[in-house]
Nanobody, 119 residues
Framework: QGQLVESGGGLVQAGGSLRLSCAAT????????MGWYRQAPGIRRELVAA???????DYADSVKGRFTISRDNAKNTGYLQMNSLKPEDTARYYC?????????????WGQGTQVTVSS
C-alpha cells in the first residue's frame, strides 16, 4: 500500500524559509492533485495550498505571495516552499494527494511534519 511521507519541517526564526517535501511511495499513482494543509493546536485544519486535478492552483489568503506549491512528477514528489515565515505559520503541516480532487476526496494523506516559527 502506498503512502505519503512529508519532510522538511523544523524550527526557524521569523522571516526565514523552509521547503517541505511530500514523497509518494508504493501504490500511489495518477497524482493529478496535491494539497498542503496545516493544523495548530486547538485550531481546525486549514488548506494552505493546492493544485487541483483541473489545473488550478489555490492558496489561502494568509500565505499568498509567501508560499509556493510545486511538484516533480518524475520523482512523484510535491513541495511547499515557505518564505517570510511568521510565528502564526507554526503548525503541523500535512500533504494530501489524489487523482480527482476536488471532485473526489483525497486518496492519501501523510502523517505531517512540524513547522515552528520563533519570533
Amino acid at each position: 500500500q502506498g503512502q505519503l511521507v512529508e519532510s522538511g519541517g523544523g524550527l526557524v526564526q521569523a522571516g526565514g524559509s523552509l521547503r517541505l517535501s511530500c514523497a509518494a511511495t508504493g501504490n500511489i499513482f495518477n497524482i493529478n492533485a496535491m494539497g498542503w494543509y496545516r493544523q495548530a493546536p486547538g485550531i481546525r485544519r486549514e488548506l494552505v495550498a493546492a493544485f487541483t486535478a483541473d489545473g488550478r492552483t489555490d492558496y489561502a489568503d494568509s500565505v499568498k505571495g509567501r508560499f509556493t506549491i510545486s511538484r516533480d512528477n518524475a520523482k512523484n514528489t510535491g513541495y511547499l516552499q515557505m518564505n517570510s515565515l511568521k510565528p502564526e505559520d507554526t503548525a503541523r503541516y500535512y500533504c494530501a494527494a489524489g487523482s480527482a480532487w476536488p471532485r473526489r476526496e483525497w486518496d492519501a494523506w501523510g502523517q505531517g511534519t512540524q513547522v515552528t516559527v520563533s519570533s
